[in-house]
C-alpha cells in the first residue's frame, strides 16, 4: 500500500479497491448461502455476510465523501464472488469454510497494512484508521470461524488456499487501478 495518503490519488485507490473487496466478499457469502442454506453452518455464513454488508455500506458512504469512483469491474467481482463462494460451498462445507479462510486473510492482511500505511497525523483520516483496523479484527473473526468449522481440513486445502488467496491478491492489484 501506498506510504503517503495525503494524496487524494493514493485514497481513491485505497477506497475503491477495499469497496471492490468488500463487494466480493459479500457475494462469496451469498454464493455459499445458496448451496449451504438449510445446513447448520449457514448461521455463521448469516453472520459473516451481514457483517460484509455493514462493510460495504461503510465504503459506499466513503466513496460518496472522498468522491471516489468505484472500480469498474463491479459487475465482475459481483459475478465472480458468488461462482467462487458456491463452487467451494457445492465442494462441501469443508472448502466454504476453507474459501473463507483463504480470502480473509488475505484482507485481514490488506486491511492492516492500509491502516498502518496512513500517518497518525492526518486528522482526516483517523476515522478511516479506526474503521480499517475494526473491519480487519471482523475479518480475521471470520478466518477464525472457518478455522473453527473445520476448513483447514478441507481435501486440497493447500493448494485451494494458495490459489485463492493468490487469485484475491491480483484483484486487490487491478481494483485500485480499475
Known amino acids: 500500500m501506498p506510504q503517503n495518503y495525503s494524496d487524494q490519488h493514493e485514497i481513491s485507490r485505497a477506497l475503491?479497491?477495499?469497496?471492490?473487496?468488500?463487494?466480493?466478499?459479500?457475494?462469496?457469502?451469498?454464493g455459499q448461502l445458496a448451496v449451504l442454506g438449510n445446513h447448520p453452518v449457514a448461521?455463521?455464513?448469516?453472520?459473516?455476510?451481514?457483517?460484509?454488508?455493514?462493510?460495504?455500506d461503510t465504503f459506499d458512504a466513503l466513496?460518496?465523501?472522498?468522491?471516489?469512483?468505484?472500480?469498474l469491474l463491479s459487475p465482475f467481482w459481483n459475478g465472480a464472488g458468488f461462482a467462487l463462494g458456491a463452487i467451494t460451498a457445492a465442494m462441501g462445507t469443508k472448502a466454504a469454510m476453507?474459501?473463507?479462510?483463504?480470502?480473509?486473510?488475505?484482507?485481514?492482511?490488506?486491511?492492516?497494512?492500509?491502516?498502518?500505511?496512513?500517518?497518525k497525523s492526518h486528522q482526516d483520516e483517523g476515522a478511516l484508521v479506526k474503521t480499517l483496523?475494526?473491519?480487519?479484527?471482523?475479518?480475521?473473526?471470520?478466518?477464525?470461524?472457518?478455522?473453527?468449522h473445520d476448513g483447514e481440513?478441507?481435501?486440497?486445502?493447500p493448494i485451494m488456499r494458495r490459489v485463492i488467496q493468490a487469485g484475491c491478491r491480483v484483484a486487490i492489484k487491478v481494483a485500485e487501478r480499475v
Open 16 to 30: 475503491r479497491v477495499d469497496h471492490a473487496g468488500e463487494t466480493g466478499a459479500r457475494r462469496i457469502y451469498e
Open 43 to 56: 448461521q455463521e455464513i448469516r453472520h459473516m455476510r451481514d457483517q460484509e454488508q455493514e462493510h460495504l
Open 63 to 71: 466513496l460518496n465523501e472522498y468522491e471516489v469512483r468505484p472500480s
Open 98 to 119: 476453507a474459501c473463507t479462510i483463504a480470502v480473509e486473510e488475505v484482507i485481514g492482511t490488506h486491511y492492516d497494512r492500509q491502516a498502518k500505511s496512513i500517518p
Open 133 to 148: 483496523e475494526r473491519f480487519r479484527d471482523e475479518e480475521l473473526e471470520h478466518r477464525d470461524i472457518a478455522k473453527d
Open 153 to 157: 481440513k478441507a481435501i486440497g486445502y
